[in-house]
């Protein structure tokens, strides 16, 4: 492969931003696939104090045609100009609901939540007892990459349709440098990024309303757009054979604007790191 196909985890944080592999050179009607499983410790939900571990498959696949598919992204690169990627983008929001991210497949039912004008007591601190889940959704938009050398690239992607509204919009911007060699079978990329993200967007995710405020607790907030969070990354490669590798990464954000003054936000940094098993195929 002449540039980095960097795994994508499917983390549970929300504020993870979309993952698009480099490009990928290959012969007609083939694919580059790699599948495997993972360990994943992230914060309950963007700005929460505890973390929780999760095993999580691992996939990326990338076609001949440019579709890839990478952990929760999905899209088509289009350019044949080597130093531009660009195309559209798919993205699973996973649901969020008291317990944090992840959650199950929305039901019809939404009787737990009690129009009864009274605070419930949050138990363990938990601030999103009594706030309104937030559905899965899926988010699309495009991805636009530039190299500014083989090893360093500028990433950017804009995605639509986040929070129970559908009209959240965040835009994710970065820089990477891809595939740095230790050795003979370790490689290590960095990055570092901003996510700026509309009203819409920071409202569902960091706001409060009036009726969420009398279930839980939390005062009333409205969040507008800006800056939300700023991050910054190392994933290490460790090819333990020319088919299986050890990928593992450590990423740390820290919230940003309105987003960072919520009353739901009980620490604006927050770690992930992850380490998984993958096999390529």
Known sequence: MNKLLALALAVVSSGASAQTPATNPMPDGSRDMYVGLGVV???????????????LPVLQVQWSNGVFVSGMSAGMHLGR???????????????????????????????????VALPQVQQGGNRLVGMEP?????????FLNYYLTPDWRLTSSLLYGAGNGRDGARLDLGVQRLAMQLGAHHRVSL???????NGAYNNAFF????????????PVYRAGGGL????LGVRWNWALSPSWMLTSQVQVSRLAGDARLSPLVERPTNLTVSTAIAYRF
């Open 228 to 231: 939300k969070d700023g991050h």
């Open 41 to 55: 410790s992230a914060p309950r939900y963007e700005g929460a104090r505890h973390s929780e571990r999760k095993a």
């Open 134 to 142: 937030i559905s899965t959704r899926l988010l699309g938009g495009a």
């Open 81 to 115: 100009d080597p130093r531009f990627e660009y195309g559209p983008l798919v993205q699973l929001q996973r649901r969020r609901d008291e317990d944090g991210a992840g959650g199950g497949i929305d039901g019809v039912s939404s009787a737990r939540y009690s129009m």
């Open 207 to 218: 706001g409060v309303g009036t009726l969420d405020s009398l279930r839980s607790g939390n």
């Open 191 to 197: 990055t570092a990024g901003l996510s700026v993200a």
